[in-house]
Every structure is written in structure tokens, then in C-alpha cells.
């Protein structure tokens, strides 16, 4: 696995990027937002990682996200599926959910997930799964110490992190859910796969590289589809309800 790729200069053209993270091998969440996407006028898609864990579609998603996503990394669930992070660091359905999709996912889909870098760089973007401090330790950035600590971690303007499942945007002063193209950013793009703001819609973010604007989408997709296929491939119940309620 790589620690770290660059991508892009200064003289590319402007775009309108998706960005999308925490898929959670959930194959209808996915297939939802990727058709949003496709009718606002994307120029590419990045995504932050943790394609796989805890839904019951890891190969369809992996395909996907190599077909689609430009720029990937990886997220502590593509890590632990691979061996590059000790699964005792993982809660019990997580756990469960990492020797499944080890059993299932095609060895080709295996050998890209350990290829996918911690951290990458597109021009005044940084994208990282977790946090830009210590990546390797996918520290959680529940708290506005946690954030802002952050910052002296990257150098670009902004900086889009998942692995919380939260939405959110703090700006370097400390504000909260006010994009302005003066500052910078950590960015929270919030989860595809799996919601945890009490919204079980799926998740994702738009940012014009030119405009220096971000906005946050949400799309609805089967919840009922996923769920089922979730028990009906053995993985823990409670992996399929908590999609309902976006927690």
C-alpha cells in the first residue's frame, strides 16, 4: 500500500467533482448515487475509501469504483479486509463483516484494494479517508479540538475525509457549515453505504474546483433490497436495520 500519490497540476481544467466514501460494499446505495451524479454535470468522481465492509455486495462495488472513481484511497475496512490493519480493531460486526468479504471477494478485487494509497493529492485538495494526522491510525474526528488539530496536517485548501459516516464542514476559524472560498476546509462528505446522521438517504459531495463551491447531496435508494440481502447472506442483522434509521 502506498502512503501517498499526486495527482493533477495547476493547469488542468476546472471540474465539477463527485466525492464519495464509506460504500460499505452496499451495491444499491452505490448504484443511486452514481445515477445522480451522472445528471449534475460531473467531470470526475473520488472516492475516500471503505468500499467494503458490512454490506453483502463487495466484488460489485469494487468493480464499480474502479470503473468510475478517478482518484481512490483506502479506508480502514479495505485495509483490515487485506491485512494491513488488525482486525482486533474492529467492533464485532465489523469483524464479522472483514472475514466475510475476505471468504467472498474475488482475489483480483483483493490485490486493488491493497494497491489504493492512504492519502492522495489533487492539486489544492487533499483526500484521506480518516484524517490527514496519522492516517494509518483512522483517528475519528468527533470533536472540534480533533478538527482543528487537523489542519496542520495538510497543505491544499481543502481537505475531504469520510470514515465518520457524518456530514459536516469546519473551516479553519472553527466555523461550522459555512463554506466560504476564502478559507480552508475540512470536509466531510458523509457515507454512501451506510448514513449515520439519522438519515438513512446516502450521502456525497460535490466540489467546482474553479468556483471553489461545495454542496452536499442526498439520495434516497432501496434500503429494503440491501437489508434483505444483508441476512440473506449470514451477515449480523443489526448490519441491515441500522440502514433504516441512518445510524
Not at 452496499?26 to 472516492?47: H, Q
Not at 458490512?54 to 460489485?60: F, L
Not at 484511497?73 to 482486533?88: A, E
Not at 459531495?205 to 437489508?227: C, E, F, H, N, S
Request: hydrophobic share 40%; charged share 20%; net charge negative.
Amino acid at each position: 500500500m502506498k502512503d501517498l500519490v499526486t495527482w493533477g497540476h495547476p493547469s488542468n481544467p476546472a471540474m465539477r467533482v463527485a466525492i464519495i466514501s464509506d460504500i460499505h460494499a452496499n451495491l444499491p446505495a452505490l448504484e443511486a448515487v452514481l445515477l445522480k451524479a451522472d445528471t449534475l454535470d460531473i467531470s470526475t468522481i473520488w472516492c475516500l475509501g471503505d468500499i467494503v465492509g458490512y454490506g453483502p455486495y463487495p466484488n460489485e462495488c469494487v468493480e464499480l469504483v474502479r470503473a468510475r472513481c478517478s482518484l481512490v484511497v483506502s479506508g480502514n475496512h479495505d485495509s483490515g479486509v487485506v491485512g494491513g490493519t488488525p482486525i482486533d480493531d474492529f467492533n464485532e460486526y465489523g469483524l464479522q463483516a472483514i472475514l466475510w468479504t475476505r471468504k467472498n471477494l474475488l482475489p483480483e478485487h483483493l490485490e486493488y484494494l491493497r494497491t489504493l494509497p492512504l492519502v492522495a493529492v489533487h492539486d489544492s485538495c487533499t483526500l484521506v479517508h480518516a484524517s490527514p494526522l496519522d492516517p494509518p491510525e483512522w483517528h475519528y474526528l468527533h470533536t472540534m479540538r480533533a478538527v482543528l488539530r487537523n489542519f496542520q496536517a495538510f497543505v491544499t485548501t481543502q481537505c475531504f475525509v469520510g470514515h465518520t459516516h457524518v456530514p459536516l464542514v469546519v473551516g479553519e476559524d472553527g466555523s461550522i457549515d459555512d463554506f466560504t472560498s476564502s478559507g480552508r476546509h475540512i470536509i466531510n462528505v458523509g457515507s454512501v453505504g451506510q448514513p449515520r446522521d439519522g438519515n438513512p438517504a446516502s450521502a456525497f459531495g460535490i466540489y467546482d474546483t474553479d468556483a471553489m463551491r461545495y454542496q452536499l447531496v442526498r439520495v434516497p435508494y432501496a434500503v429494503d433490497d440491501v437489508a434483505k440481502a444483508i441476512e440473506h447472506a449470514g451477515l449480523p442483522g443489526h448490519l441491515a436495520r441500522r440502514l433504516y434509521h441512518g445510524s
